[in-house]
């Protein structure tokens, strides 16, 4: 049985999380410690009630999860936060988080692993710079619109939306999992032809079309499955006596 800050000390050397720059609310890294022991870890994407309640439910001791539990920042321990920390401590529930240190990652990143689900493994070139680090990855590709959707709807579980501003044949890819619709005047000008995220507000469908590029939107919650998956199948090989599962919590978003 593996000890908690055995697998907290592998990861944060995994995703380098004190060297990647993050939004204030992602804390990430350990955000909740249990005893010391791990014998099951969990894999979500949203530290939410429903997650943590399952986890607890079904024996786990450490849930990974991309979005913790202080989005919002500092807050009053109470609502749902209080019945989250509560019941996690009375199972024995640690919780680790990792946002863009996971979104980021070569090897167990979501930008990376979703390209290599469109079958363009280590053909990803960092892109879309921020605060230091690239957020994306452009792909060079020769590839007709709709079979890219088609890879897209194969790679994520479902049918993707796509703002049609760009060519029928695809060239220029560029990757970006979550919520990076709103970034598409900037992305747009590094020229690429179609931006393949997670979300966006409803005006980057009008700017996708306006700036000539398409918009795949491929739905936040479905393209952010792959690091939190990768990351709880790393320990699982590094670490003996460990089971994983992974808790399936879709925002349809």
């Not at 079904?58 to 979005?67: C, F, I, K, R, S």
């Not at 960092?126 to 890219?148: I, M, N, Q």
Request: hydrophobic letters at 45%; one cysteine or more.
């Amino acid at each position: 049985m593996p000890a908690l800050s055995a697998l907290i000390t592998a990861a944060n050397d995994w995703l380098s999380i004190d060297a990647i720059a993050d939004y204030p609310g992602a804390l990430n890294g350990l955000q909740l410690a249990n005893s010391g022991q791990v014998t099951k870890i969990a894999a979500a994407v949203d530290a939410c009630l429903p997650v943590i309640e399952e986890a607890c439910a079904t024996g786990v001791n450490l849930l990974v999860v991309h979005h913790g539990l202080f989005w919002q920042g500092a807050q009053r321990i109470e609502g749902a936060l209080y019945r989250k920390l509560k019941l996690a401590m009375d199972h024995d529930l640690a919780i680790y988080s990792a946002h863009l240190p996971l979104d980021l990652h070569p090897e167990l990143g979501n930008n990376a692993l979703l390209v290599a689900a469109l079958g363009f493994a280590g053909e990803g070139r960092p892109f879309a710079p921020w605060k230091g680090r690239d957020l994306g990855l452009r792909v060079s590709c020769d590839l007709d619109r709709d079979e890219l959707l088609a890879r897209v709807a194969a790679a994520v579980g479902e049918t993707p939306k796509l703002a049609p501003g760009g060519p029928g044949r695809v060239r220029e890819l560029g990757v970006i999992t979550g919520g990076a619709g709103s970034q598409i005047y900037e992305l747009a000008a590094t020229g690429i032809d179609t931006f393949l995220t997670g979300e966006g507000p409803h005006w980057s469908y009008t700017a996708a079309e306006e700036l000539g590029v398409n918009l795949i939107y491929a739905g936040h919650y479905a393209t952010e499955t792959f690091g939190v998956k990768a990351l709880a199948a790393r320990w699982v090989a590094e670490f003996s006596g460990i089971e994983v599962c992974f808790i399936d919590h879709p925002t349809g978003l």
